[in-house]
C-alpha cells in the first residue's frame, strides 16, 4: 500500500515536472517568435536601465534584507540574455549612485558585497558572459569604492576587453553631474597642458614665467567635443532607449549629458518583475516614436 | 512647409477666437502607464451653504481644490512642443500655431503668478532649431520681439521679473536690444521669475559655464582640482535665479524627450509628459500635471525614513 502510494506521487511529481517543461518551452518559442517580429523594425543599439524598485519588491514578497537587490541581479541577467538575443549592442545600467552612499551603511555594504559575489560569478567559463561574448565596463568615480570593490572591477573589465558581442556598461559611484566634473577637470588640464607645451615649443620662456596670460583663447577654449572625449561614457554611442522601471518618472542624475533626445519610458513595474516581454512591449513603444524622433533629427 | 499668407501684425485675437484651442484632456500619459487623476474639475463655485456664486478674483486666486499649497513645486519648466502639429491639424500655416502657443503661454503665466510658484523656465527655441528652414526661424524670431513688447506692460503688471537665457549672439541685433531692455525694465520686480530660453540647450549652457572656467583656470584664479559641481553651478546661466532647478519639467505633445533642455539642472526634476499639444495645454492639464506632482516621492537617492 505504501509502495503503491510512493510511485503514485513520484508519478505525480514527473507529470509536473513535465508540465513545467512543456510551459517554459512555449513560452520560450513564443518569446522567440516576439523577438523575431520585433527584430523586423528598427532595434535601439543602446538601451540605458534606471534598475528602480529592489527593495520595494523584497518588501512586497516579504523577502529578507538584501534579497531584493540579489532578485533585480537575476532580473539584470535575463534582460542582458533578452538584448543579445534581440540584437542590442550596449547596454548601460544604474547600478549605484553617489547618493546612494548616504543610505543605511549595512545596506551599502550588502550591496558592494553582492557586487564582489556577481562579478565572480560572471567570470566565471560557465556565465552569459562568456557565452554571449560580453564586455563588461564599470563607469563612475570608483575611488569612492572600497579596495576590494575597485579591485574585482578592474579584473572584470580586463577579462572581459577581449569580448565584442555585447557592451554592458555598470555605472556604480556614479552621478551624471559628477561625471561632467570630471570632464570639465580633464578638459581643463588638457588644455594647460597643452598650453605649456605650445609656450615651451614657441621658446617664450618669458610667457612661460609669467604663466599663462599671453595665450591666445583659441588656444584654451574648451568645446563640446573636448567634453564628450572626457565623458566616463566616451566610447559608447549615446542611448537610444533610456527605461526607468518602478514607475518613477525622472533621471535622478543619470546619463544627462548622453540622454538629450533619447527616448525615455517609465514601467510602473519594479525592477526585479521586469520580465524579456516588457522589454519587447517597450522596444514595440520605441519602434513606434522612432519616425518622429528620426524626422526630427533629420532637420539637425 | 511654412507659408506666410498674413503678415504677422494683422494675426491679433479676433482671428484667433474661431481657433480657440479645444479643451484639454485630463489624461497625463506617462510611459506605458495612462491613468486618470483623481482630481475632480475644480469648483469654482463656492458660497454660503444652499448657493451659487460665481468665483470672485479672490477665490480665483485660490488652489484648486486637489492641489495642497505645501506640495506646489517652486520651479516649473516647459518645453512647448507641438504649435506645428496643431497648425497642421487644422490646415493653418504653421506661424499659426506658434502664435496659439503664445496664448497657451501667456496662461500658463497668469495661472503661476496666481498659484505663487516662483519660476517658470520655457524652452522657447534650442540651438538645435536654428538649423529650421530660415523663414520659420525668422518668423520665430519676430514673433519673440512682437511678444515681448506686447506682454511686457501686462507683467509688469503682473510683477514678473523676466531673464532671457541663451546665446544671444546669435539672434537678431533688434532682438538682443529689446532683451536687454526687458531684463532691465523688469529686474526690481519680485512676483514671478519667467525665464525665456532661446538659442538654448542644456549643453550649450554647459560648454559656456566650461569656458569661463578655463580662462579661471588658465589666469590660475581656480585650479582644476578645485573644479566642483557647485564652481559650475555658479557659471550656468540659471544662476540668474534662486531656484536653478525645476521640480517639474511638463512637455507636450506627447513627445517623451528632453530634447537638450536644461541639462545639469533637470537631474532631480519630476518628469511630467502630456499628450495635449501646446496650444491646447490650459488649465486642466496644468492641474493634472501638478497633481501627478503632489503625489511623487522625491528620494534624491535616498531611502523613504
Not at chain 1, 553617489?98 to 560557465?126: A, G, T, Y
Not at chain 1, 542624475?253 to 526585479?272: E, R, S
Not at chain 2, 502639429?85 to 487644422?90: H, L, S
Amino acid at each position: 500500500m505504501a509502495q503503491e502510494l510512493e510511485m503514485e506521487n513520484s508519478n505525480e511529481g514527473t507529470l509536473q515536472r513535465l508540465f513545467q517543461r512543456l510551459v517554459a518551452m512555449m513560452s520560450g518559442f513564443l518569446q522567440w517568435l516576439f523577438f523575431t517580429v520585433l527584430s523586423v523594425g528598427p532595434i535601439p543599439n543602446h538601451i540605458a536601465f534606471i534598475m528602480d524598485g529592489n527593495r520595494r519588491y523584497a518588501k512586497s514578497q516579504k523577502l529578507g534584507p538584501g534579497a531584493g537587490h540579489k532578485a533585480g541581479f537575476s532580473s539584470l541577467i535575463s534582460i542582458l540574455e533578452s538584448c543579445y538575443k534581440i540584437g542590442v549592442k550596449y547596454v548601460t545600467v544604474y547600478a549605484f549612485s553617489i547618493d546612494n552612499f548616504k543610505r543605511d551603511p549595512i545596506e551599502v555594504q550588502s550591496i558592494m558585497d553582492l557586487m564582489l559575489e556577481k562579478i565572480d560569478e560572471l567570470l566565471k567559463e560557465e556565465s552569459i558572459v562568456s557565452s554571449h561574448g560580453i564586455r563588461i565596463n564599470f563607469f563612475g568615480n570608483l575611488e569612492l569604492l572600497s579596495e576590494p570593490v575597485r579591485m574585482a572591477v578592474a579584473k572584470a573589465m580586463v577579462e572581459t576587453a577581449k569580448n565584442t558581442n555585447v557592451v554592458l556598461s555598470v555605472c556604480v559611484a556614479y552621478t551624471s553631474t559628477n561625471e561632467i566634473v570630471h570632464a570639465v577637470q580633464e578638459s581643463c588640464r588638457e588644455k594647460i597642458a597643452q598650453a605649456l607645451l605650445n609656450s615651451k615649443f614657441n621658446c617664450e620662456m618669458r610667457d612661460f614665467e609669467r604663466g599663462y596670460n599671453t595665450l591666445s583663447k583659441v588656444d584654451c577654449s574648451i568645446t563640446l567635443e573636448d567634453l564628450e572625449r572626457h565623458m566616463y561614457l566616451a566610447e559608447c554611442p549615446d542611448p537610444d532607449l533610456l527605461i526607468r522601471t518602478s514607475g518613477e518618472t525622472r533621471l535622478s542624475n543619470f546619463l544627462l549629458w548622453q540622454t538629450t533626445f533619447c527616448y525615455l519610458h517609465v514601467l510602473d513595474a519594479l525592477w526585479p518583475e521586469v520580465s524579456p516581454w516588457w522589454l519587447g512591449w517597450v522596444i514595440l513603444h520605441y519602434q513606434r516614436a522612432k519616425p518622429y524622433i528620426d524626422k526630427r533629427m533629420k532637420v539637425l | 512647409m511654412v507659408s506666410l499668407q498674413l503678415p504677422l501684425s494683422t494675426i491679433n485675437n479676433k482671428i484667433f477666437s474661431h481657433f480657440n484651442p479645444k479643451p484639454a484632456s485630463c489624461l497625463c500619459r506617462v510611459g506605458n502607464r495612462s491613468r486618470a487623476f483623481p482630481c475632480n474639475k475644480y469648483s469654482i463655485f463656492r458660497g454660503g451653504e444652499g448657493t451659487i456664486t460665481t468665483a470672485t478674483a479672490e477665490e480665483e486666486r485660490l488652489l484648486p481644490d486637489e492641489l495642497r499649497p505645501e506640495l506646489m513645486p517652486k520651479h516649473v519648466a516647459v518645453i512647448m512642443d507641438g504649435n506645428g502639429r496643431w497648425a497642421r491639424q487644422r490646415n493653418l500655416p504653421t506661424s499659426f500655431g506658434h502664435r496659439a502657443g503664445v496664448r497657451a503661454l501667456t496662461d500658463l503665466i497668469d495661472l503661476c503668478c496666481k498659484w505663487g510658484i516662483r519660476v517658470l523656465t520655457v524652452f522657447a527655441f534650442s540651438t538645435e532649431n536654428w538649423l529650421r528652414p530660415k523663414l520659420e526661424v525668422d518668423i520665430l524670431m519676430s514673433l519673440f520681439e512682437m511678444v515681448l513688447k506686447e506682454e511686457l506692460k501686462i507683467l509688469m503688471r503682473q510683477d514678473v521679473r523676466i531673464s532671457v537665457i541663451g546665446d544671444s549672439k546669435k539672434l537678431p541685433k533688434s532682438l538682443q536690444k529689446l532683451k536687454t531692455e526687458v531684463e532691465d525694465t523688469t529686474k526690481n520686480n519680485s512676483g514671478l521669475q519667467l525665464i525665456i530660453a532661446i538659442s538654448f540647450s542644456g549643453q550649450y549652457d554647459i560648454v559656456q559655464a566650461c569656458k569661463s572656467i578655463v580662462e579661471k583656470t588658465k589666469d590660475g584664479v581656480i585650479q582644476p582640482n578645485d573644479i566642483t559641481e557647485a564652481v559650475i553651478e555658479q557659471e550656468l546661466e540659471t544662476n540668474c535665479t534662486k531656484f536653478p532647478h525645476p521640480d517639474l519639467l511638463i512637455r507636450t505633445s506627447g513627445e517623451q524627450r528632453i530634447s537638450n533642455f536644461l541639462l545639469w539642472q533637470l537631474a532631480y526634476t519630476e518628469l511630467a509628459f502630456v499628450k495635449s499639444l501646446w496650444p491646447d495645454f490650459g488649465k486642466a492639464d496644468f492641474v493634472d500635471a501638478l497633481c501627478e506632482f503632489q503625489q511623487r516621492k522625491r528620494r534624491y537617492g535616498g531611502r523613504d525614513s
